[in-house]
């Protein structure tokens, strides 16, 4: 069974993924709304600078071990059998569960290319697979008519699950901002898996992903936009989770656990 392991502050599930996909299904069978972040060390750093970030964490349905440092301290807190709930394959593991269960998917994000891609490559992978609709927000805020008009579409659609795949964290604050305004009883913000899924962004080897190296093959990939996230996030995360090793600094769940 899993169990909430607190990293600086966020309470992260320490699961394997047989278990997040039960979860969620779950969820969806009792239309019981809520949304999951599918969280890295980004994510987590991140909170610590933005109060109101951290609190939408603690009140989603479940918060994910997205990279593999996650899922090591959760190791490291007496969850052996944790594992890595990366974005792209709980997309995966998702869509193949829908078929036989009939669940209506929603695209949400990337641009109109990147969405027709993603939904044929889908529909390839998984025969059968319903996607009841997708909508590429531009960039920039949307106004409240505009608001308005693509939630009831997303209503409309009768969506089972909304896929978010906006930057985090636009897309988790997406999630907290609707979850009293769709019907779709589940939102996932799985971030760059509608690129890597739509074939416009390569992935990382599997080697990398396994361990813990996919930070640098996407830096490597992206210098210019994610060098300061991995460079000065991640000295950032080691330090703060030196603090809370030694009780320097307490680190408590926020509100919503």
Not at 19 to 42: F, G, H, L, M, P
Request: charged residues 20%; glycine residues 8%; contains cysteine.
């Amino acid at each position: 069974m899993s169990k909430i392991v607190n990293i600086l502050g966020i309470g992260l599930r320490a699961q394997s993924m047989e278990e997040a996909v039960a979860a969620i299904a779950a969820w969806i069978e009792q239309r019981r709304a809520t949304y999951v972040c599918v969280s890295s060390v980004n994510n987590i750093v991140e909170s610590q600078r933005d109060p109101a970030l951290k609190t939408i964490h603690n009140a989603a349905g479940m918060v994910t071990t997205d990279g593999m440092p996650l899922v090591w301290l959760c190791r490291k807190n007496g969850h052996k059998t944790a594992q890595r709930i990366y974005g792209p394959d709980l997309m995966l593991e998702i869509c193949s569960a829908s078929v036989e269960r009939n669940w209506r998917h929603f695209l949400y994000g990337a641009t109109p290319e990147v969405l027709e891609r993603l939904g044929n490559n889908l529909q390839a992978r998984f025969p059968g697979l319903v996607i009841a609709g997708s909508y590429a927000p531009p960039f920039r805020p949307l106004t409240e008519g505009e608001d308005h008009e693509i939630t009831a579409r997303i209503n409309a659609a009768k969506a089972d699950v909304i896929w978010v795949g906006l930057n985090t964290p636009k897309q988790e604050r997406w999630m907290a901002a609707h979850l009293d305004r769709v019907s779709a009883p589940v939102m996932i913000g799985v971030g760059a898996a509608f690129d890597f899924h739509a074939g416009t962004k390569r992935q990382a080897p599997r080697w990398m992903r396994r361990h813990g190296l996919e930070w640098l093959f996407r830096l490597a990939c992206e210098p210019r936009r994610l060098g300061r996230r991995y460079l000065v996030g991640n000295t950032v995360f080691l330090w703060l989770l030196a603090l809370q090793a030694l009780s320097l600094r307490a680190f408590p769940l926020g509100k919503g656990r």
